[in-house]
């Protein structure tokens, strides 16, 4: 099954084009986008050695030291109090993929070989999270290289489902966007499963068995690049957390309300005509369901007072809309990082967006968004 070789695997970011919080929601679809910055992962043999044996040893370019770690009934278990912290502090994404593939293997009569993950981001600046779905690409990277090395061969709604189940452990209210744009890659519309169903559905029947197993709630398709526009990323200097903001919101009284549904049916619209939008390659029309995006979002943060548009992030998205384009926050907000969506051919209005940003103090990140036919490798 393995020997001395070497796998690696990568998975592209992500931004959220529109859909962002409804999503959440099962069944309910969000547009999002890879970009043309990944995460790899490469799996080899454990070197072994410096004391107590690890059946798997972790080496991230975020986490200097990395971890060690022994398999156990109950999954992986850090061999030391510094392995233990160095996990908590950036690992756990990495650490159940390898469980979630471990435990397909054990479900088929098979033992996993002890193995060292090497693991680089392009993903960051400085150390810092720009907000492109880091943790959801080195989720798919992960079970992508771990499986290979493994010799377990994965279609692409098997590597997302295995990344989801990976992910769904840690949080459930995870919609998996991320995941699924880093599996498929360009542009996909995408609609999240029922994870409680699906975390039901492995611990009664098995992981095996739930890769076979229609998933309540799920869908994806791809959708054609924008036709005639361009797409700026700007990054606000300030890293946020999305579970952190998506868990707020599901604890507030929102939850459930009228205003809750009036606003998932408006997200759903949005997303529905900016997809028609795309199919057509009618760019007016997509820079006016993105505006309406962001109102939607500035509405909701009124209402629930979650801190999604940061003063910086509202100056980004306002210097896209003084210029003639749309800009919104890509993502749950709080931080992170914004799209602008302009014409293509007005260079222009390019030129004084950047300019715009940079008074605001709003950083341009040299992004570009894969086309439909890119896909995490």
């Known amino acids: 099954m393995t020997g001395t070789r070497t796998v690696t695997r990568h998975a592209p970011g992500k931004l959220f084009i529109v859909g962002e919080y409804a999503v959440v929601q099962p069944g309910h679809p969000a547009i999002l986008a890879a970009v043309d910055r990944q995460v790899g992962v490469t799996v080899s043999a454990a070197h072994g050695g410096g004391g107590r044996v690890a059946d798997v040893e972790i080496d991230s370019d975020l986490c200097p030291g990395g971890a060690r770690l022994r398999r156990g009934d109950g999954g992986l278990a850090a061999l030391g109090a510094d392995d233990e912290q160095r996990v908590r502090d950036g690992l756990t994404h990495v650490v159940s993929?390898?469980?979630?593939?471990?435990?397909?293997?054990?479900?088929?009569?098979?033992?996993?070989?002890?193995?060292?993950?090497?693991?680089?981001?392009?993903?960051?600046?400085?150390?810092?999270?720009?907000?492109?779905?880091?943790?959801?690409?080195?989720?798919v990277a992960s079970v992508s290289a771990v499986a290979a090395y493994y010799g377990v061969e994965l279609s692409h709604e098997e590597r997302f489902r295995l990344a989801m189940l990976a992910t769904a452990r840690l949080d459930a209210r995870s919609s998996g966007g991320d995941l699924a744009a880093s599996?498929?890659?360009?542009?996909?519309?995408?609609?999240?499963p029922d994870r409680a169903a699906v975390l039901d559905l492995v611990q009664r029947r098995g992981i095996e068995q739930s890769l076979r197993?229609?998933?309540?709630?799920?869908?994806?398709?791809?959708?054609?690049?924008?036709?005639?526009?361009?797409?700026?990323v700007g990054w606000t200097g300030r890293p946020a957390s999305t579970?952190?903001?998506?868990?707020?919101?599901?604890?507030?009284?929102?939850?459930?309300?009228?205003?809750?549904?009036?606003?998932?049916?408006?997200?759903?619209?949005?997303?529905?005509?900016?997809?028609?939008?795309?199919?057509?390659?009618d760019g007016p029309e997509l820079l006016r369901q993105v505006r309406g995006a962001r109102r939607m979002l500035a509405e909701l943060d009124e209402e629930v007072r979650l801190g999604i548009f940061t003063t910086t992030l509202t100056a980004l998205c306002d210097a896209a809309e003084t210029v003639g384009g749309a800009g919104k926050p890509s993502g749950a907000g709080g931080g992170d990082c914004g799209i602008a969506l302009l014409d293509a051919t007005e260079e222009e209005q390019i030129s004084q967006l950047r300019k715009g940003w940079a008074a605001a103090g709003v950083l341009p990140v040299p992004i570009h968004l894969q086309?439909?036919?890119g896909s995490a490798a």
Not at 106 to 115: D, F, T
Not at 243 to 267: D, H, K, N
């Open 97 to 139: 993929a390898i469980e979630v593939v471990d435990a397909l293997l054990a479900e088929q009569g098979l033992s996993a070989p002890p193995v060292r993950l090497s693991i680089s981001s392009g993903l960051h600046h400085e150390g810092t999270k720009l907000g492109l779905g880091s943790s959801g690409a080195v989720t």
């Open 183 to 192: 599996v498929w890659g360009g542009w996909i519309e995408y609609h999240a």
């Open 213 to 232: 197993t229609p998933w309540p709630g799920f869908g994806l398709r791809r959708l054609p690049s924008p036709a005639g526009l361009a797409v700026e």
């Open 243 to 281: 579970a952190s903001l998506v868990g707020t919101l599901g604890r507030r009284a929102w939850q459930g309300s009228a205003s809750q549904r009036s606003f998932v049916e408006r997200s759903d619209t949005c997303v529905r005509a900016s997809v028609d939008a795309l199919e057509r390659g």
């Open 371 to 373: 086309s439909t036919k």
